[in-house]
C-alpha cells in the first residue's frame, strides 16, 4: 500500500509562482509513475505533469513552460513548481502514483487547493 501526502497550495496572484510538494510512504515495486493531477467543480480530473522513474515526463500543454515537475526517486517524492499562474490554474490539485504495466494500479493524495485570483 501506498499513502500520498500533499503539502503546498494556497491563494497566489496571477503571474505568481507557487510550488507543491508529494511525499510517498510504504511501498510497491510496480509503481514507477509519480505526478500530479487537477480537478475543478463539474469538470473531470485531468493530468498536469507525471514523470517516471526513468526521468521521462509528459505536461499538458495548458502549463508547458510554466511548470515544473521534479522527482526524487531515492527519497519517494514529487513536487511541482508552478510559475506565471493564470486564472484557469485554479483547481484541487491531486498528488499521483501508478504503474505503466498496470493502468488499474493507481493511488492519489487527498488534494491541495491552489486558487489564483487578483
Known amino acids: 500500500q501506498v499513502q500520498l501526502v500533499e503539502s503546498g497550495g494556497g491563494l497566489v496572484q496571477p503571474g505568481g509562482s507557487l510550488s507543491l510538494a508529494c511525499a510517498a510512504s510504504?511501498?510497491?515495486?510496480?509503481?514507477?509513475?509519480m505526478g500530479w493531477y487537477r480537478q475543478v467543480p463539474g469538470k473531470q480530473r485531468e493530468l498536469v505533469a507525471v514523470?517516471?522513474?526513468?526521468?521521462?515526463?509528459t505536461y499538458a500543454d495548458s502549463v508547458k513552460g510554466r511548470f515544473t515537475i521534479s522527482r526524487d526517486n531515492a527519497k519517494n517524492t514529487v513536487d511541482l513548481r508552478m510559475s506565471s499562474l493564470k486564472l484557469e490554474d485554479t483547481a484541487v490539485y491531486y498528488c499521483?502514483?501508478?504503474?505503466?504495466?498496470?493502468?488499474?494500479?493507481?493511488?492519489w493524495g487527498q488534494g491541495t487547493q491552489v486558487t489564483v485570483s487578483s
Open positions: 499521483y502514483a501508478g504503474a505503466e504495466s498496470d493502468p488499474d494500479l493507481e493511488y
Open positions: 510504504g511501498s510497491n515495486f510496480r509503481i514507477n509513475v
Open positions: 514523470s517516471t522513474s526513468g526521468g521521462m515526463t
